[in-house]
């Protein structure tokens, strides 16, 4: 335990050095944001409560009475002071709540876009570009769930339970991080659901797939001239509808390349397709080494996918499978045996040997980076599945608080 608490402390110290180097552009980018409160009863200024509700999760607290505990002790103090030299006191986070409730939290999340794109401005990312694109996951996670309806927003959905049936009441957020293949995951935008922006006359509640359309739009309005792969797994292959169509016209419009996970039983016509053209094709096989893994490449391009009413919509696709095997010690018997993969993704681009392992192996395998960094920020301590605060917009405000650390 020991030890233990002695690597954490020293993973916290070096997260408040990383902080530190980002304080300028945030303090620049957070005291742009509007104080609603009255002047004349001003403790604290916005920025102190801001930079003190990200150190907040800095710090790892697992709570606002644990921040408010742990946080105003000395040592503390004297941290603080060396980023806010004329602070003479420590907030209270009930007062950063109540400011939370009242601000634009959209300019949180505002100001960290901000440090992400001065990184990309520097061209801190290069090496990790794949085809000369930004690689970005885009998924969702449920943050937490309650068994009462403690804000309109809340999604919901029936709980069997042994008392009968009954509904619970979640928070889902859908994501979108750079993604590079050296496993860095840096958080870049989201879009909290919200039951309202469903169709509310018919009974349906907001989706994944209708946040993606609202996400893809912010971040099209903040990286307009990036450019940008998208990393997707297989909800959006199946789409709406059982189409994925849709979602690979919205990036084709947005000038984005992708590569979306592939699954056995979707879009049986492509498979078709790919089954059969498979064998006439030549020159369409890679077998390479990668990570100790022996794969083995097999893609078909120009695929031709119909969707839509009356499948009068079309786009052409290009389908590539990774069958791959590897050793590793079996844990019950202690053995070194043989385990096997199967891989599938389209792709937006037509597929060769110069590509397929940047495409596959660099880009579309590490979409799974995103699913790490929320396992981080769910289970080392960041408290992601922490209400915070049973206000709707303060809960968001935290949220966005917390991307900034991770």
Known sequence: MGEEREARGEAVMEQVRVFRSKLPILLGRLSQIDDPR??????????????????????QMASR?????????????????????????????????RLLSEIEVDKIEAAHIELVRTLIRKKKFRRYLIDHCYPIAIDGTQKFVRNWLWSEECLERKDKTGDGEGKQYYVYVLEANLAFHDGMSIPLMSEVLNYAEGDTDQGKQDCELKAFHRLAGRLK?????????????GLYAKGPTGSSGPIMEICRKKNWQFMIVLKDKCLKSVWEEYKGLGKLVENNELDRTWVNRKQHFKWVNDIRYYYGQGERKRQIVHVVVCEESWKEVDQESNKI????GRHAWISSKPLNKGNVHERCNLAARHRWGIETGILVEKRHGYQYEHCFSYNWKAMRGYYALLEIVV
């Open 38 to 59: 009255n002047p004349k009863k001003v403790k604290h200024k916005l920025t102190v409560l801001l930079i003190y509700g990200i150190l907040t999760f800095v710090y």
């Open 65 to 97: 009475r644990e921040a408010n505990r742990e946080m105003t002790r000395p040592a503390f103090m004297e941290n603080l002071k060396l980023l806010f030299p004329e602070l003479e006191s420590i907030p209270h986070h009930d007062t950063l709540m």
């Open 221 to 233: 309005k903040e990286f307009s001239h990036l450019a940008i792969m998208v990393l997707l797994d």
């Open 337 to 340: 045996v043989t385990k096997r």
